[in-house]
Each structure stands twice: as structure tokens, then as C-alpha cells.
């Protein structure tokens, strides 16, 4: 039988106050009344979410039934009727709602005890995901009916699926606990355990909450990162803008143990961009990640979706010694198909860069001997580039990600004949000195021995042909060279002499 009794006025209280109005000199002891059971704790039974109530049994011999309420705003609703025997109760049907409750006691004679004050209700608990840390914030109701003898909470949690551990020990006084550092995108399960002075403990019902940000792009690529010039680099890259996250954050970093910072932001209509940054090439290097965010409305800073791989400028340096070209390398990471290698590059006489080598993607030096580069043509300051080549990614291009341009300068010999014979078949039909690179400012004039200039040139691969200014060939005999230079290291060489024009 379901019925209500009014907190600390029951039905006897009622029925005794009416007999003592009808006939005040009747004596009714409110000790007649069997005394009312003391609960021990109400706690969820994690196993099967039931609610467990547990109480001592009445001092009274005379008991035949306990009685459940549900309690709400002191009234209380008769749930179930128990036989004398039992002194715990699961109940399977509250929702996990964190009903509050109270037991009273009847006796053989239907006298039930008083609801007075002694109602339990275990902690009630909610998550809420703070995704601007992000962290899982957890808060509960103090437990009611153990007022003044808890000790403290314990806060249990994890991922879902996975064993709860003790997260942290709070004082009495505090009802809420921050998990700071949660993962992304996961599902975690929370509870709160309270404990007695007496060692006594009660479970809240077990709560979740799942730690979803907007879907990240489909994907984030760094494509490429190349130098420029001396102050500027490129960054290709290559995103999926048809989401929810098309906003974008560039980074970099000048090493690992560095923490990342911004170059710039965009918001993105189309899945390709290139974007430039500023600094000396020649003797810095930066690692670079792009980040697709999120700015809720709520978070003072942008949340981090997603992330690109890493894509770095190479730094590359070179060294001349004993006629040796070394070069050394920053190594590139990373596509996102990963590394196929390197190519070097020397810049010809011409002013093209061409491959002189290949090498593998854990080889970050090279070296030539530059005896191998004389060729008359090739400028005294050798300038050599090397390529990072992607592995090739499907239908699509591999990356390729270009360094610095590192320059050595030479030392310029050369070597001037002593005759020559104009107008032959031969090799030696014109006067040229031979020269092993060429300088950066170069002047060859010749003079015959009354002081006429002949020849005039600042082209060290010109060489004079043995005519006169109006075409005609000069006469055999012997002729006053001046030449004068200026290498790329910066050393200023002159030179004069005779040079035989001979006719066979």
C-alpha cells in the first residue's frame, strides 16, 4: 500500500493531536510509537545501477515491517513495504534519479514510526566539457544524512570501457573537481565516492561525458616549404575546406625544444595556399605545422582541431678547404608520404642549376673536389641548392622543397701562351689565357710595340684573333698583352707580357 506522511507529521502525530483536543486529559506517548530506523548509507550498486538502502533495525522488539519513502520537499511517498527481517533494499526503478529516502517502522499493532529527520541521498553528480582548456569539469550535491561526519570524496574517473582510477581526495567542503588535460574526441566516465568518518563509503551513480570538437578537416597537408631569396620563404598547403573547420593558423618553430608561434592566420575557400614568411635564410631554419581551429564563442583563444605534418626550410651551408666543396644540410621533415631524398645542384656558367647528385633521405652532406668543375666557363664562386624529393603519393606530385642557394668563392689562376698562330685551323689560332674559373671583373688589351691598342675585351672566354680593328691580320712578330683581374675571393692580379703571332 502506497501512502504519504508529512515530515516530522505523520498520521499518528495527527491522530494524537486530534484526541488531545477531544479529550485533554488523556495521556498518549508519542513513545509508543516504534522507533524509527537509523539508514546507514544509500549508495548505486555500479553492477546494475540499483540504489542501495541499508539501515539498522529498530530498538524496538515489536517490528514487523519497514517502510521506504520517497522523500520530496519533506513529504514523503510510501515506495515499498519490507518484512521485519530485511535491513536493505535495492531499488531497480529510480532512474538513477538520486531520489532521497527515509525508512520508518510498523509494528505488530500498525503503529508506524515518525518520519523525523533522518533522510539519506547519495551525492548527485554532472560532467560538463570545458573544451577551451579542455578539461572535464565534475560537480556534486553534498551526501545528505551524513551532515558533519564525511571526511571527504573521492573523484574516480577514466575512459569509457576502461577500469576508473582515482583521480583525486578532496575535503568535505569542496563539490567540484577539474580534469584538466582530457583527450579529444573520447568518452569518459566519472563517479563520486563519499566517505564516512567511520570508513563508511557511498557511490554516485556513474556519469559521462564526451569530449567532442567540430570534425576536423578531412585532411592537412604541408606540401612543400621553399626558399625564396635571402629573407623569405614559401609554405604550400593543402586542405580539406568543405567542413565544418576551415580556419586555419600557420606555426613555426626554430627547434624542437622551442615552443611553437604564429606567422598567420586564414580562413580558407579553396583547398590549395601558398603563403610567405620572413627571415635570414642563410643562417636560420624553421620547422612549420598548420593547425585547422575553432573559436567558440565561449573560449578567449581558437582551439586546435587538427594538425598537418611537419614541413621544414632547409638550411643549407657550404665550405671550401684544399680545393674541396663541403656541404651540409638541415634535413627536411616531413611529407606526408614521406622522404625519397635529395638532389644537389651546382649553378653552370650559364646561370642554370642542374643535378650533379642524388643521395638518400638520412644523408644530410656532400662533398666534390672543384677540380672536377674547371671547364674556362664556370664563375669563381660555385653556387650550389639541394631539393627535397617526396615519395610519390598516389596520383599526385611528390613535394619538392628547395633550399638556400650557398655560394664558395675560388681563388682564379691563370695561364698565358707565349705564341699563337692567327688565322690557322689549329687550336691555337687565337691569344687566350687559359683560366681555370672566372673571375668576377676581368680586362685583357693588347698593344703593338709602337703603343697601338689592337684588342680590347672584358669577356675572360673573348680571345684575340691576331686582326686589326678593320679586319685585317696583324703582321708576325711580337705584341704587348695587359691583363688584369679581380677573383671572386677578392684578390686583384695584372699581368703583362709578349705574345709571338707566327704564320706557318
Not at 629573407?231 to 624542437?256: C, W, Y
Not at 622522404?339 to 644523408?363: A, C, K, N
Amino acid at each position: 500500500m502506497i501512502g504519504t506522511q508529512k515530515y516530522g507529521l505523520g498520521l499518528w502525530s495527527v491522530l494524537l493531536l486530534t484526541l488531545l483536543l477531544v479529550c485533554p486529559g488523556m495521556v498518549f506517548a508519542e513513545s509508543d510509537l516504534p522507533d524509527k530506523p537509523e539508514i546507514i548509507c544509500v549508495t548505486v550498486d555500479h553492477s546494475d545501477d540499483g540504489v542501495l538502502i541499508q539501515w539498522k533495525p529498530s530498538e524496538d522488539s515489536d517490528i514487523e515491517f519497514y517502510h521506504i519513502y520517497k522523500m520530496t520537499n519533506r513529504t514523503g511517498q510510501k515506495l515499498f513495504t519490507l518484512p521485519a527481517n530485511t535491513l536493505e533494499f535495492k531499488h531497480m526503478s529510480s532512474g538513477l534519479k538520486n531520489l532521497e529516502y527515509s525508512v520508518t517502522a510498523e509494528d505488530s499493532s500498525g503503529n508506524e514510526s515518525l518520519l523525523t529527520p533522518g533522510e539519506h541521498r547519495a551525492v548527485s553528480a554532472s560532467v560538463e566539457f570545458d573544451p577551451c582548456s579542455p578539461a572535464n569539469i565534475i560537480t556534486w550535491s553534498a551526501y545528505v544524512g551524513w551532515e558533519g561526519k564525511i571526511s571527504g570524496y573521492r573523484i574516480y574517473g577514466g575512459f569509457a570501457g576502461e577500469t576508473m582510477q582515482m583521480l583525486k581526495f578532496v575535503h568535505a567542503a569542496t563539490l567540484s573537481y577539474t580534469h584538466n588535460g582530457v583527450s579529444i574526441d573520447s568518452t569518459y566516465n566519472y563517479y563520486i565516492e563519499t566517505v564516512h568518518a567511520t570508513g563508511i563509503t557511498s557511490h554516485s551513480a556513474i556519469e559521462s561525458i564526451s569530449t567532442l570538437y567540430p570534425e576536423a578537416p578531412g585532411f592537412l597537408t604541408v606540401d612543400h616549404v621553399s626558399v625564396i631569396d635571402r629573407s623569405s620563404v614559401e609554405l604550400q598547403f593543402t586542405a580539406d575546406v568543405n567542413g565544418p573547420v576551415n580556419h586555419f593558423r600557420i606555426m613555426k618553430r626554430s627547434n624542437q625544444q622551442a615552443p611553437f608561434a604564429e606567422v598567420t592566420t586564414m580562413n580558407a575557400s579553396q583547398s590549395t595556399h601558398v603563403i610567405q614568411d620572413q627571415f635570414n635564410t642563410a643562417s636560420m631554419s624553421y620547422e612549420y605545422i598548420v593547425q585547422s581551429v575553432f573559436q567558440p564563442e565561449e573560449c578567449n583563444v581558437a582551439l586546435v582541431i587538427s594538425e598537418s605534418n611537419p614541413g621544414t626550410s632547409i638550411l643549407l651551408e657550404g665550405t671550401l678547404e684544399d680545393r674541396i666543396t663541403s656541404l651540409n644540410w638541415t634535413p627536411y621533415k616531413t611529407y606526408s608520404a614521406g622522404l625519397s631524398g635529395y638532389i644537389i645542384q651546382r649553378r653552370s656558367g650559364t646561370g642554370e642549376f642542374f643535378d650533379i647528385q642524388s643521395v638518400g633521405p638520412g644523408t644530410t652532406t656532400w662533398r666534390e673536389s672543384i677540380q672536377s668543375v674547371i671547364n674556362g666557363l664556370q664563375p669563381g664562386v660555385l653556387q650550389y641548392k639541394v631539393l627535397a624529393i617526396g615519395n610519390q603519393d598516389g596520383s599526385n606530385d611528390p613535394g619538392i622543397s628547395i633550399s638556400n642557394i650557398v655560394s664558395v668563392t675560388v681563388t682564379t689562376e691563370l695561364q698565358v701562351p707565349s705564341a699563337f698562330t692567327p688565322g690557322s685551323n689549329d687550336m691555337n689560332f687565337e691569344f687566350k689565357p687559359i683560366i681555370d674559373f672566372a673571375p668576377r671583373k676581368y680586362a685583357m688589351v693588347i698593344y703593338d710595340r709602337g703603343g697601338r691598342k689592337l684588342f680590347e675585351t672584358t669577356n675572360p672566354d673573348e680571345g684575340w684573333d691576331g686582326r686589326f680593328h678593320n679586319g685585317n691580320f696583324v703582321d708576325e712578330g711580337v705584341y704587348v698583352y695587359y691583363i688584369q683581374f679581380t677573383d671572386y675571393t677578392g684578390l686583384f692580379k695584372s699581368f703583362t707580357g709578349n705574345i709571338t703571332a707566327l704564320y706557318p
